[in-house]
């Protein structure tokens, strides 16, 4: 049974930064893809990042291109979300979530495609 935990969120102000891991067990990471979701509050979960079973390919939302960048490392079996230059609007619970039947990196941008979900952790930025 594959599982996943978040953490690394937290209180920061506009213009920090922070990282977001995502660690798997149960599994190695190599053959899953991997997702990045965020629901503010009062709104959807929606799409944040993503990549992809082979680690070949990852897929960012615009709103987030540019500032966020998501990566793993196979030693660890982690996922992590690099967020910079912050601002209120990221205010979120962010959720990690697994895919184990290889699917596309576009396929990775809904939330259908996932089979594992996190709990979540909550990123708060202060203006």
């Known amino acids: 049974q594959v599982q996943v935990v978040e953490s690394g969120g937290g209180l920061v102000q506009a213009g920090a930064s922070l990282r977001l891991s995502c660690a798997v067990s149960?599994?190695?990471?190599?053959?899953?893809?991997i997702g990045w979701f965020r629901q503010a509050p009062g709104e959807e979960r929606v799409f944040v990042a993503a990549?992809?079973?082979?680690?070949?390919?990852?897929s960012v939302e615009d709103s987030v291109k540019g500032r966020f960048t998501i990566s793993r490392e196979m030693a660890m079996n982690t996922v992590y979300l690099q967020m910079n230059g912050l601002n209120p609007e990221d205010t979120a619970v962010y959720y990690c979530?697994?895919?184990?039947?290889?699917?596309?990196?576009?396929?990775?941008?809904?939330?259908?495609?996932?089979?594992?979900w996190g709990q979540g952790t909550q990123v708060t930025v202060s203006s």
């Open positions: 979530a697994a895919d184990d039947d290889f699917g596309s990196i576009w396929s990775l941008r809904q939330e259908r495609e996932y089979d594992y």
């Open positions: 149960g599994r190695s990471l190599q053959g899953l893809g």
């Open positions: 990549i992809d079973w082979s680690g070949g390919s990852t």
